[in-house]
């Protein structure tokens, strides 16, 4: 009776040190989070000021600003989203609400899952074969754009399937009992309960976008040039690129450290700021739709 | 009429369901169209032959022996298969130091060239092949192409080397696998035991909170990332372990260990969650405690996808391409520690492709490496397809 005490007593020490343990794990993830978010505001927010952020780059991108990478990643971003909600949003209306069941959609499903989980970096090759040499857009906003469009497609896709799938059925067949048509059904009941969820999905894949380097190496990106685009088919420069090659083969990598800071702190704000208004719009929308 | 509209309308819906099968097609077809023509390539630059005496009987050469022959590792046409003799290797340039340039004028340059080497028995030259003669009286080697087992089982990477370039991909395939182990042996048991605290012991609160913060994680760009273990983990490692230089496996190891953090934590709870209450409240009613049932109950109950979540892990290693490149110091030789530096695949797609020329050898090298990441990810993203296929089966 007494060992049994003895080992009751040593089965809970032992699990009170693993969740322990489990939990200490646990809070070190926000700790690196913390530390990393932390040690680049610390020591980024010293560059940012109206001038770094609206000027061009100077004596070999020591000095100046990065007004022009903004620039390209913002034409990119749009670049991209352009091509990417329309088709990838459609695709996921099929899956879900048209294929049904069967073997279609499953071929669909992994097809869209195996798209996903293509490196960036083959992405940029396919880009740099198809839209920069086969279709001859040279580097240009176009091609990075459509390169970097393909690369998101599969979260737009499964963002919409998602959400709509969380939209009960009663309500489909509640709109074509009242004599709707299925398309008018999507229009005007499906689409506009699903769109908050839609857009928090959307809105979270610009995130992905902005940071994103590898697919635009070798298809949009210029190492320097302190311009403005002119048009879709111009070069540009853009804040993830612009960090690489300023911390890694600038010109005088310690004299430009201070700008390296300054373009990580500013691409850490942006994804700050698309991860908060994401948030934001869940809660917001979450109560209007449990108020309905 | 709105029959007909709407019937388009579906028309569309229908083809953009497809559309990323299409994308997949076209990826497949692009890939292996620019890098399929390597195995037809030779090794050797392009306009550019290598010539010997026409005495002598060596016929062909790989692209290693080529190597070790102009740095001077082989001297002797013995080792090569040829007659007892010494080699004498002979760039073109150096027609230049033998006459003075007013000498060197047109065909007299060409004429010269052929002189030297039907001279020197144990000559081997490299040359363009613009300033060949038809009357040139050297014996030009037939040139290699690049070989299956070369380019898969070849140590060497020497993409750029002159005359020779080497095409060897194997201490890029075991960087990155290493690179990727090192990643998978810190994030698994710190990913997992964060998603069970998560899943079966945190209150929903603390799950709560934990959300956006996975999410923020995730969204941070692999550029800040790289840029982050430059700053940070390098000089850190450096000191800790007083290496030379803190580029190491390990760094990209850490990094991306961190990046795939989230990927893990996120499907692994989700298939923890999956638990049935009942089985769990069976097995504590049974008197095992708390951490008896998550470990013989609830973790073999949701193995299949924490497999997912490791593969998924993995898969993301495996692909990823700024953070490693910047942290990783980017040697392409045969890696043997973690404490070494060491380089992937999408680093070395990424630092060379810029330089490659469209078409040439090196470009359809860097393409076929896409190639082998592409099959490398295709099958990891199938095999997580089939894993977690088999348990919607098994309920």
């Not at chain 1, 091609?143 to 959400?163: D, K, N």
């Not at chain 2, 890939?31 to 390597?38: A, P, R």
């Not at chain 2, 790289?226 to 372990?241: N, R």
């Not at chain 2, 999956?274 to 193995?303: F, N």
Request: aromatic share 10%; charged share 15%.
């Amino acid at each position: 009776m007494n060992t049994d005490i003895l080992n009751i007593k040593r089965k809970r020490r032992s699990q009170a040190i693993t969740f322990g343990l489990f939990r200490v794990l646990s809070y070190m993830v926000i700790l690196i989070l913390l530390v990393i978010l932390g040690f680049i505001i610390y020591n980024g927010a010293g560059s940012i000021s109206w001038n770094f952020l609206t000027g061009y780059p100077e004596d070999g991108m020591t000095k100046g600003g990065i007004f022009p990478a903004i620039v390209g990643t913002i034409c990119l971003i749009i670049g991209s989203m352009v091509f990417a909600f329309p088709i990838g949003i459609m695709s996921g209306i099929y899956i879900n609400e048209y294929a049904g069941n069967n073997w279609i959609v499953k071929f669909i499903r992994i097809m869209t899952n195996n798209l996903g989980a293509i490196p960036s970096i083959v992405f940029g090759l396919f880009g740099m074969a198809l839209f920069v040499n086969y279709l001859g857009f040279g580097d240009s906003i176009l091609a990075g754009s459509l390169t970097l469009g393909l690369l998101v497609l599969p979260v737009v896709i499964r963002t919409t399937e998602e959400a709509l799938k969380a939209i009960p059925d009663s309500f489909r067949t509640g709109s074509l009992a009242l004599g709707a048509s299925k398309l008018q059904t999507i229009r005007h009941v499906i689409l506009p309960m699903a769109f908050p969820n839609i857009i928090t999905g959307l809105i979270l894949s610009v995130g992905r976008v902005s940071g994103e380097t590898a697919p635009i190496l070798f298809t949009a990106a210029a190492y320097f040039l302190p311009r403005l685009p002119h048009s879709i088919f111009d070069q540009v420069m853009a804040l993830p690129y612009h960090l690489y090659v300023i911390s890694t083969s600038g010109t005088n990598i310690e004299a430009s450290k201070s700008i390296a800071y300054g373009t990580a702190l500013v691409l850490i704000v942006i994804v700050l700021l698309i991860n908060i208004l994401a948030n934001f719009l869940r809660k917001y929308f979450g109560n209007k739709v449990k108020m309905n | 009429m709105k029959r007909f509209t709407e019937k388009i309308i579906e028309g569309i819906l229908k083809l953009s369901g497809g559309v990323t099968s299409i994308i997949i097609l076209l990826i497949i077809l692009f890939l292996f169209k620019e890098g399929s023509g390597l195995f037809n390539n030779s090794s050797i630059e392009k306009g550019y032959v290598l010539s010997v005496n026409p005495a002598n009987p060596v016929k062909t050469l790989s692209p290693k022996q080529v190597k070790e022959i102009f740095d001077e590792n082989i001297t002797n046409w013995k080792e090569v298969g040829g007659n007892d003799e010494e080699i004498k290797t002979f760039r073109f340039e150096e027609i230049f130091d033998l006459y003075p340039d007013e000498e060197l004028d047109g065909e007299i340059l060409s004429q010269r060239l052929s002189d030297e080497i039907s001279k020197e028995n144990g000559i081997i030259a490299f040359l363009p092949e613009r300033y060949l003669l038809t009357s040139f009286k050297g014996k030009l080697l037939e040139s290699n192409n690049v070989s299956l087992s070369e380019f898969f089982l070849g140590k060497e990477w020497f993409p750029t080397a002159v005359p020779a370039a080497e095409f060897g991909i194997l201490p890029l395939l075991l960087g990155t696998l290493l690179v990727s182990f090192g990643t998978i042996a810190i994030a698994l048991p710190f990913g997992i035991a964060v998603a069970i605290y998560l899943a079966e012991i945190a209150d929903p609160r603390i799950r709560k909170f934990f959300k956006p913060i996975i999410e923020l994680l995730a969204g941070i760009p692999s550029v800040v990332y790289g840029f982050f273990g430059l700053v940070v983990i390098v000089p850190l490692i450096q000191k800790i372990f007083g290496l030379p230089v803190g580029e190491t496996g390990l760094a990209g190891s850490i990094i991306l260990a961190i990046m795939a953090l989230p990927t893990i934590i996120t499907v692994a709870e989700d298939a923890i969650r999956t638990t049935p209450r009942v089985m769990k409240e069976a097995s504590l009613g049974l008197g095992a405690t708390h951490w008896q049932t998550i470990w013989r109950v609830v973790v073999p109950y949701s193995i299949s996808g924490i497999m997912a979540a490791v593969m998924l892990g993995i898969g993301r290693a495996i692909g990823e391409t700024m953070a490693v490149l910047m942290v990783t110091g980017n040697a392409a030789v045969m890696p043997t520690s973690l404490l070494e530096p060491v380089r992937t695949i999408p680093a070395t797609i990424a630092a060379e492709l810029g330089e490659a020329p469209v078409g040439s050898t090196h470009y359809q090298s860097l393409f076929m490496l896409g190639c082998i990441l592409f099959l490398l990810t295709l099958i990891i993203s199938l095999s997580v397809e089939f894993i977690s296929g088999k348990k919607k089966n098994n309920n």
